[in-house]
């Protein structure tokens, strides 16, 4: 494609780095919630240098560093986006740290604080937890004010990986069908203030065997493509919550980049730390996406033009 040339409004972005999300494998394969349209380019976040401004923008000039949340569109070496849009990189912050900040830090960032609500105290149960939004949401507990954070994984690697960024406790699942028994155990019987699930089905399930009294899980995927139902009978005698977060950029705009400036700042500050997975180059963006949907993937997934 040509290389955009940026309206009155918009800043060019030279990319630097690109993330990468399971969100974009399931446009790919067409399993997204909402119907992909085509042609369809993917990526959610880009991080580099501008380059280039329209003339009517204030907000930015070439040479500026910045990171952006988008829809689409990230896999490319330039993007023209609209001046709202991008976010400064702080000094001391790396293209590839900032580009792990939007779209998994801000949905974990979401799901603790709005669907959550968690609670200085609480324990919070986060499955997946090595991945990119599992390793954010481990530690915003933390910063939030979480007693005790439980990891769960399929993988003792992983765990190791949670373990370092303030997890807890560390549950193997695959190697630990009872774990619902040892969650319990963990929290004197009482089960999980908080649970935060992207897989479905049997760790759904499972999940609410641990569940404590007034606890909420909140669902935000469903990596194991399989159906998950339930009768919300069940939560009634501990008046307990399922909650739904479906992650819309484009609906909470200022929203996302007040959230994203806060996370910068944790990160600049060393109160967050952000794990890069694996890096590839644009041009092998087909093996980044096996790579997740192999499951064996931790972190933060990058692309380099």
Not at 98 to 114: F, H, N
Not at 153 to 162: F, G, Q, V, Y
Not at 234 to 239: R, T
Request: positive net charge; hydrophobic residues 40%; charged residues 20%.
């Amino acid at each position: 494609m040509e290389k955009p040339n940026p309206s009155e409004n918009q800043v060019l972005i030279k990319n630097c780095a690109i993330g990468v999300n399971f969100a974009d494998t399931r446009r790919r394969l067409g399993k997204y919630l909402e119907p992909t349209p085509l042609p369809f380019i993917p990526g959610m976040e880009v991080s580099g240098v501008v380059v280039e401004v329209g003339r009517r923008v204030r907000s930015f000039k070439p040479g500026d560093r910045v990171v952006s949340l988008i829809t689409n569109g990230g896999y490319a070496e330039y993007l023209a986006v609209d001046e709202s849009i991008p976010v400064h990189i702080p000094d001391g912050i790396s293209y590839e740290q900032a580009v792990a900040i939007p779209l998994q830090g801000i949905t974990a960032y979401r799901i603790l604080k709005e669907q959550a609500k968690i609670e200085k105290g609480n324990t919070v149960l986060v499955h997946a937890a090595a991945g990119g939004v599992g390793l954010i949401a481990i530690q915003l507990a933390k910063i939030f004010g979480a007693d005790k954070v439980i990891a769960t994984s399929s993988s003792t690697k992983k765990l190791e990986i949670t373990k370092s960024l303030g997890a807890n406790y560390l549950v193997n699942y695959k190697a630990n069908g009872c774990w619902p028994e040892l969650v319990k155990e963990i929290t004197s019987g009482r089960g999980a203030d908080v649970i935060l699930d992207s897989i479905g089905e049997e760790i759904f399930y499972k999940s609410l065997e641990c569940l404590a009294e007034n606890g909420k899980i909140v669902v935000y995927g469903r990596a194991s493509g399989k159906e998950t139902l339930f009768d919300p009978r069940h939560l009634m005698i501990k008046n307990q919550q399922v909650n739904g977060f479906y992650f819309k950029g484009e609906n909470s705009h200022e929203k996302n980049k007040s959230i994203m400036q806060i996370l910068l700042d944790y990160l600049r500050q060393n109160q967050l730390k952000v794990t890069i997975g694996a890096t590839y180059p644009l041009s092998q963006a087909n093996s980044a996406h096996k790579l997740i949907e192999s499951r064996s993937s931790h972190g933060k997934i990058i692309l380099k033009p």
